[in-house]
């Protein structure tokens, strides 16, 4: 039943009425008579009322429920909100005279030029400059720079900062002097909007009790923010047919998710898949595309900028293309006219050596290669 709501002129309206309506004489309802005061009074509170009841039906409905409300929904049914992600990337550190061994702690912090986001010298033990016992990086005599990974404090988009951003050691390192991040920093995502998360509630509760392609995906998609991922059915990972056996390739941005979140979705998928079957969680194969490309530009323009535009808006959206998604050899050409409008030609046009179109199967994912802009 739809609830009929009512202004505040339309309150003191029907109260007058009915009063009036009510008495063996005419009353007087002008403005400023007592009456009629109370009669507004009581329509004031009647439209505090009214507030109520429309704040009591929205939070008790899932589709009409917002924050703490909306998690609190959720909650009943074991479903809670994905938490934000921090950004992560790589920054260099560098010294002026590299005479002497430098030490750089895990955990350190830097930050960017205006102070806004700071981020944090993350653990690597693969990384051949990690020294187990002194807990950081060394820099040993003669090396004058070192990259290393580096993840913001604060999780949430703002940590998504684009390439120079970085610039200031927020804490000072004996015989380091600069730092800076050569390519943007990613990864970085806000907590779930309520709108995602009532789409995902929906989805989660249509596959629930479900060993089907959506529920899998629902469990997949629950592990965290930002996950791509492909279902291939009664095949192994050679590609072979085999009944009751499926693969799950599952990528988070970066082409090479880690082992702990490979190991979170197979949980994940452990947990939906049906009785008697096989399945394989894995991470895309990667395919390099490398583009090489001639361009002619504007008389008026410095043609080293702009093959360098050229050069970021193909990376970007290489990068950008998800688990068996198509790499067209002439949208290449489409991305070097739209990234600089001074761009006025693209020649000498090769993917990867030639002019066909890179396809991927469904457990593989393009990333940028070589990219040459002339």
């Given at each position: ?15 007058a ?12 309802l002008?403005v ?67 005479t ?73 390192i ?13 990864g ?53 047919t ?11 941005g ?112 393009i990333?940028?290669?070589?990219i040459?802009?002339?």
């Amino acid at each position: 039943m739809q609830l009929q709501l009512q202004n505040f002129s339309t309150l003191v309206s029907n109260a007058a009425a009915a009063v009036q309506g009510s008495a063996r004489q005419l009353l007087d309802l002008t403005v400023g008579s007592t009456l009629r005061a109370i009669l507004e009074a009581n329509a004031a509170i009647g439209l505090w009322m009214q507030w109520l009841i429309l704040q009591v039906l929205s939070t008790t409905r899932a589709a009409t429920s917002n924050g703490n409300d909306l998690d609190s929904w959720t909650a009943d049914f074991s479903l809670a909100r994905l938490p934000a992600s921090p950004a992560a990337g790589q920054a260099s550190f560098s010294r002026f005279t590299p005479t002497t061994t430098a030490l750089i702690p895990a955990g350190v912090s830097v930050r960017t030029s205006d102070g806004s986001q700071s981020f944090t010298v993350a653990t690597d033990p693969t990384n051949a400059a990690w020294n187990a016992p002194l807990a950081g990086y060394t820099l040993g005599a003669g090396v004058a720079s070192i990259t290393l990974p580096v993840t913001a404090v604060t999780s949430g988009s703002a940590g998504n900062v684009q390439s120079g951003a970085i610039t200031l050691l927020a804490t000072a390192i004996p015989g380091v002097d600069t730092v800076t991040n050569a390519a943007p920093l990613s990864g970085g995502l806000d907590a779930e909007s309520d709108t995602a998360l009532r789409t995902r509630f929906s989805s989660y509760l249509d596959s629930r009790a479900r060993a089907t392609p959506l529920a899998i995906g629902s469990a997949i998609l629950s592990v965290r923010q930002g996950l791509n991922y492909t279902l291939q059915e009664n095949q192994t990972t050679t590609g072979a047919t085999s009944m009751g056996t499926f693969v799950v390739t599952v990528d988070d941005g970066s082409g090479a998710p880690s082992a702990s979140l490979l190991t979170s979705v197979a949980g994940a998928v452990e947990s939906m898949r049906p009785i008697g079957s096989l399945y394989t969680v894995q991470a895309p194969t990667i395919l390099t595309a490398n583009v090489s490309m001639a361009i002619s530009t504007a008389a008026t323009a410095i043609h080293t900028n702009i093959t360098a535009n050229v050069v970021r808006s193909l990376t970007a959206a290489i990068n950008a293309l998800t688990l068996g998604a198509p790499l067209p050899y002439t949208r290449l050409a489409q991305l070097a006219y739209a990234a600089d409008p001074n761009v006025t030609n693209v020649t000498a046009l090769t993917l990867n050596g030639g002019t066909a179109d890179l396809v991927p199967n469904a457990a593989s994912l393009i990333k940028a290669g070589t990219i040459q802009v002339n």
